[in-house]
Nanobody
Framework: QVQLVESGGGLVQAGGSLRLACVAS????????MGWYRQAPGKERELVATITSGGSTNYGDSVKGRFTISRDNAKNTVYLQMNSLKPEDTAVYYC??????????????WGQGTQVTVSS
């Protein structure tokens, strides 16, 4: 059984910073791609950033230059450093990982989400 647990969300003023973390646990053989997505009220879920096991990154256009994704493979953890936050960054942020468990087929797993609210 695989689980993703996010932490680090909260309320911050525009221009501020937050750091999100997501830990994967369970019977994990290998973690491939990890990433963050977000969903604002009334909007579709959108890509924020992804990172491969080798460290290659990809960012959504709206966060390029402000957000940085990183991961610690030894800790099965992915981070999202968010700087220069804007009110339009307000959303529920979801951790995603493509995982190969020991006893079942590989697939995409999601965390429960963490709320990020940026006040103007």
């Amino acid at each position: 059984q695989v689980q993703l647990v996010e932490s680090g969300g909260g309320l911050v003023q525009a221009g501020g910073s937050l750091r999100l973390a997501c830990v994967a646990s369970g019977s994990i053989f290998r973690i491939n791609r990890m990433g963050w997505y977000r969903q604002a009220p009334g909007k579709e879920r959108e890509l924020v950033a992804t990172i491969t096991s080798g460290g290659s990154t990809n960012y959504g256009d709206s966060v390029k230059g402000r957000f940085t994704i990183s991961r610690d493979n030894a800790k099965n953890t992915v981070y999202l450093q968010m700087n220069s936050l804007k009110p339009e960054d307000t959303a529920v942020y979801y951790c995603n990982a493509h995982i190969s468990p020991y006893y079942s087929s590989s697939g995409d797993y999601w965390g429960q989400g963490t709320q990020v609210t940026v006040s103007s």
